[in-house]
């Protein structure tokens, strides 16, 4: 039976990643092998240490003028590369490499929200400022632009008078971890014809 690779790129705390290296913990079929970070002191590359899995700290110039992460992924054989948090614009040289295979996670009701410099607390103060009743989590495919490819899924929460910006972001992370890993194992299941 095959079994498909994944790559987490993450730049922060790494709490998606964390649910989604457990999640696939009991999985014979989908494996999480490397750890993406592109900041020295995020705390997702001590999670990737305690979890034993490999970690690959990657720079401006590695991300966008070489190939060098692309060559990576690949002698590491990933099939899926999953951004959790992972705050830097793909370039087109790995979307080209994974078409299709790319997965994010965004902390709002795209198309609302998103763009560029709409990302973690950000996004959720925008929500809060503009008085908004719901808010919620799109899981999406990564074309070139921000937060504009494909969308896979989306779970919805309600805000009420008293959240603020602070008791949103919880209430998300929450969404995320539940639905997240199940997202990227039924994507996986359904659209990996051809490898
Ligand atoms: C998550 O809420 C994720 O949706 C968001 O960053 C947070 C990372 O949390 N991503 C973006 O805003 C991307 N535009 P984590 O490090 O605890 O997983």
Redesign the pocket.
């Known amino acids: 039976m095959k079994v498909y690779n994944i790559a987490i790129f ?1 730049s ?6 964390q649910k989604i290296i457990e999640y696939f913990k009991g999985s014979s079929t989908i494996k999480v092998v490397l750890v993406v970070c592109n900041k020295p002191t995020a705390n ?1 590359l001590n999670r990737a240490k305690n979890e034993n899995i490999p970690s690959l700290l990657i720079s401006r110039a590695d991300f966008y003028e070489s190939n060098r992460v692309t060559e990576q992924l690949h002698s590491y054989n990933i099939d899926f590369v999953i951004l ?2 992972f ?1 830097w614009l793909i370039p087109q040289n790995l979307i080209t490499a994974f078409p299709d295979k790319i997965i ?4 709002a009701l795209l198309p609302a929200y998103g763009g560029k410099g ?3 607390m950000n ?1 959720h103060e925008a929500v809060i400022a503009a008085r908004e009743k719901e808010s919620g ?1 799109t899981i999406h495919l990564v074309n070139e632009k921000y ?1 504009e490819g494909k969308i896979i899924e989306q779970h919805r929460c309600s805000i009420s008078e008293t959240d603020t910006p602070q008791t949103l972001a919880q209430n ?2 929450q969404l ?1 971890h539940r639905y997240f890993p199940a997202a990227i194992e039924r994507f996986i299941q359904n659209n990996s014809n051809g490898i």
Request: overall charge negative; glycine content about 16%; proline content about 4%.
């Open positions: 993450a922060g705390d790494g709490s998606n990643a997702v959790a948090g705050l994010n996670i965004h902390p709409m990302y973690g996004v989590i937060d998300i992370h995320e």
